[in-house]
């Protein structure tokens, strides 16, 4: 490439969406009906949505292409073995049991092989990892290292995991462990890389415990991409190399293909195991479908073996990282303040350092997010007490960090689109100083954060 200073979108629009302009006063209206919580608007209530990465991204012309060759056969379908070959090209493992997202990976593996009684460690469990293991009774324990955990440290690989306290945890615990199970990219502390040297230091661990290592790789060629640039000796590599190597370091893998596999919906659950496979596919057969298609149409399965060739591309990682990137700084610079380094796949702001004059027991992350939709029409998302607070007993604690997560869609936004966000965050923390708290009025006793109602705390 050559050394030009803007990274542009390495791609041409080929389709539009209208979105929905609208005025503050009208967001007021539609934010206070879906009681300030922002999962219940109406999707064209919003003008740019960064709720999630997850599903929302665009495919490409190959991958529209790609949709016209499914074979919708029940068993045995060509799609199914395009899926077979893509996914172990780039992961190898033996097994490969397609799902219709990653939580029903996450619901087969958990029910197979977690109860009560059991713990099972990683740098930082995701919510619906986190639930559907607690849903078994076991517990999920988060041992990221201590940077992790701290908004403001420039460390490289704040996804990594603490080795020690994984050791500590095998040496009191080894016999309710079940498998160890790592996050990358680390979505829940701040969308933060994983590096190889930590999980080959995992793998050591897991080896000396005889405990099978598991990635939660949603996010994989991000990840990829930050060991590329950030990780000694890693910068000349192919991204794919760097995939089969941190694949290779593990026994299995849950997959949602709806973030860097850039489909709308999808997911898979891998291992090299034949005992637990056939376990899994017992199981996938009960809730998902049979186990050439898992809960996903032909064309679904022909649409992610494209975007998982996609997903490798240097030119697309480059334009993807920097992107998030930009809208990070341009925080930064503004004095807001964000998770530092900036993540691959969103911008987190720090809420908690935003409202200082907010307990955390009143939602600072919540009071952000929805301050930054009425103003703008931007759509976030809490990850914080909200997400995080409620404790399996009932009772509730602040979470470690009341962020609020400005999750960018794979190509699907402009650097303009970008740029009025940055807006929209330069005036919340003008008037940050007048943002008051929520309290609950009502909420589910699991996964609050998706159907709670707030309200303004006086
Ligand atoms: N693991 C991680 C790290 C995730 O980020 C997600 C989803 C899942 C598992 C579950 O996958 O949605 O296909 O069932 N994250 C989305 C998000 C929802 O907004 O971050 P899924």
Request: glycine residues 8%; hydrophobic residues 40%.
């Amino acid at each position: 490439m050559d050394d030009f200073r803007t990274v542009i979108e390495p791609f041409r629009i080929h389709a539009v969406e209208p979105v929905s302009l609208s005025t503050r006063k009208e967001r007021e209206g539609w934010v206070r009906e879906a009681g300030y919580n922002l999962f219940n608007l109406r999707a064209r209530d919003v003008l740019i949505d960064l709720l999630t990465d997850s599903g929302t991204g665009a495919m490409s012309r190959d991958q529209w292409a790609a949709l016209q060759h499914g074979d919708e056969s029940y068993a045995g379908s060509p799609s199914w073995f395009a899926f077979e070959a893509a996914v172990k090209d780039l992961f190898g493992f033996t097994h490969v049991i397609p799902t219709h997202q990653g939580r029903a990976a996450e619901k087969i593996l958990f029910t197979t092989v977690a109860g009560p009684g059991m713990v099972v460690p990683n740098n930082t469990h995701f919510d619906t990892t986190r639930a559907n293991l607690e849903a078994t009774g076991a517990e999920a324990v988060d041992i990221v290292i201590a940077e992790g955990r701290d908004p403001t440290s420039r460390h490289p690989f704040k996804g990594n995991m603490d080795v020690d306290a994984l050791e500590a945890l095998l040496a009191a615990r080894a016999d309710d462990v079940p498998l160890v199970m790592v996050t990358i990219t680390n979505n829940s502390g701040g969308g933060q890389p994983v590096s190889l040297a930590n999980l080959r230091q995992v793998r050591e661990v897991c080896d000396r415990f005889s405990k099978p290592l598991f990635l939660d790789a949603c996010r994989f060629a991000e990840n990829a991409w930050f060991i590329r640039e950030r990780e000694e000796g890693q910068g000349e590599r192919d991204v794919v190399d760097i995939v089969r190597e941190v694949a290779a370091l593990a026994d299995g893998m849950t997959m949602s293909a709806k973030k860097d596999p850039l489909c709308n919906i999808g997911g898979w659950l891998a291992c090299n195991d034949d005992a637990l496979a056939q376990s899994f596919r017992n199981l996938l057969i009960l809730t998902e479908g049979f186990t050439t298609y898992g809960g996903l149409a032909g064309r679904d399965l022909e649409a992610i073996a494209q975007g998982l060739k996609e997903s490798c591309s240097h030119d697309y990682l480059r334009y993807r990282i920097r992107s998030t990137a930009y809208l990070g700084e341009a925080l930064e610079q503004l004095g807001i303040p964000v998770v530092v380094p900036i993540g691959g796949h969103a911008v987190y702001l720090d809420a908690r350092r935003l409202l200082p004059h907010v307990a955390p027991l009143q939602y600072p992350g919540q009071a952000v997010a929805v301050a930054l939709y009425e103003l703008g029409g931007v759509r976030s998302c809490e990850i914080g007490t909200v997400m995080f607070g409620l404790q399996p007993d009932g009772s509730e604690r602040p979470a470690s960090m009341d962020l609020v997560r400005l999750a960018i869609p794979r190509r699907t936004y402009t650097q303009s689109h970008i740029d009025y966000v940055i807006e929209v965050c330069e005036r919340l923390a003008k008037e940050a100083s007048h943002l008051g708290g929520y309290r609950i009025v009502a909420a589910p006793p699991q996964l609050r954060h998706f159907t709670a109602r707030f309200e303004p705390v006086a």
